[in-house]
């Protein structure tokens, strides 16, 4: 895994992901989630607010049987006060290892 530690988002970014339930004690009132399910039929691209987010991200875990991980593999900074979470993606899901 590759580390910035020169941003100062990205130990917030990795206690996030750690984490998804805290999402609420790091995100802004306005926050937007762009979702994983955008372009599928009936769900939302983007999750508006911090409550909003919150129960989404509530959701995924509850949908994995409390088994969400996520697995960051690298966070580089683009502008000023922006960070990109190059690839996470679900490490369980249903309770299974993701290959």
Not at 35 to 64: D, H, M, Y
Request: glycine share 4%; net charge negative; aromatic share 8%.
């Amino acid at each position: 895994m590759t580390t910035n530690k020169s941003h100062f988002n990205t130990e917030t970014l990795r206690a996030i992901y750690a984490d998804l339930s805290c999402i609420a004690e790091y995100a802004d009132d306005n926050v937007v989630l762009h979702t994983a399910e955008r372009g599928v039929a009936s769900q939302p691209s983007q999750v508006f607010g911090k409550e909003a987010v919150l129960a989404k991200e509530l959701e995924l875990i509850r949908l994995t049987g409390n088994t969400l991980v996520m697995e960051v593999q690298d966070i580089v900074p683009v502008l000023y006060r922006h960070v990109f979470v190059e690839a996470a993606r679900p490490a369980v899901w249903r309770g299974q290892p993701r290959p």
